[in-house]
């Protein structure tokens, strides 16, 4: 069966500090991979999306990059935090099938930018 | 403009209770509604998906209806648990872009009391 973990948990950074979040899957081969933010009182906000290896789509501009250096490890980074980059991030995967592309979430990671 | 609305923003039922939650879109071209359990602190959870062609699905006590015609889609809860206490996010589908953009709702807060 496939799982998703994400790490760390939990994250408290002071502004201007730097960033790695990190994502894995076990259990498949070549899946789409995603990373969101969720802000509080609103919806999941889609940040980047990677279709393989090296592949990396942006969906909104930021502060924020994204890196694929293996088939199913996705990196969320940054150089230099800002306030407004406090959230949840949740990373996903999928594989399309049957028109579904159903997306699986890992845990999450909560942010909190000081 | 492609957006997810849901009805209530948060619900507080007793244990045992049913509940209805709503979800209306003017997401166009569609292609497939789904909703998500999120309990706090944690990534979401599949609970059903469906197809323009499908205007009911079950997964246990959850019941996702769908009208393509009206855009809307409510997620019916029959004999809540304490365990049922998450936000319910409804997401669909386009067909736009090569990842076939997902439109989240903000969620429904559902709180079940003993």
């Known amino acids: 069966s496939q799982t998703i973990h994400q790490w760390p948990a939990t994250l408290v950074q002071p502004v201007g500090s730097p960033l790695s979040l990190e994502c894995t899957v076990e259990?498949?081969?070549?899946?789409?991979l995603y990373w969101y933010r969720q802000a509080a009182g609103r919806g999941l906000q889609l940040l980047f999306y990677?279709?393989?290896?090296?592949?990396i789509s942006s969906e909104v501009p930021q502060n924020l990059s994204a890196s694929r250096p293996q088939d199913r490890q996705f990196i969320l980074s940054s150089k230099k935090l800002l306030l407004s980059d406090s959230g949840f991030y949740l990373c996903?995967?999928?594989?399309?099938?049957?028109?579904?592309?159903?997306?699986?979430f890992g845990p999450g990671t909560r942010l909190t930018v000081l | 403009k492609n957006q997810v609305e849901q009805s209530p923003q948060s619900l507080i039922i007793l244990e045992g209770k049913n509940c209805t939650l709503q979800?209306?879109?003017?997401?166009?071209?569609?292609?497939?509604l789904r909703w998500y359990k999120q309990d706090t602190g944690r990534g979401p959870v599949s609970l059903t998906i469906?197809?323009?062609?499908?205007n009911t699905k079950s997964n246990g006590r959850y019941t996702a209806t769908l009208d393509a015609d009206t855009k809307q889609s409510s997620l019916h809860i029959t004999a809540s648990q304490l365990s049922d206490s998450a936000s319910y996010i409804c997401?669909?589908?386009?067909?736009?872009?090569?990842?076939?953009?997902?439109?989240f709702g903000k969620g429904t807060k559902l709180s079940v009391k003993p």
């Open positions: 996903a995967w999928s594989i399309e099938s049957g028109g579904y592309n159903e997306q699986f």
């Open positions: 259990g498949t081969s070549n899946p789409n």
């Open positions: 990677s279709v393989g290896i090296g592949q």
């Open positions: 979800c209306n879109y003017t997401v166009s071209p569609f292609s497939n």
């Open positions: 469906m197809t323009f062609s499908e």
């Open positions: 997401v669909v589908r386009d067909y736009g872009g090569s990842q076939g953009n997902l439109i």
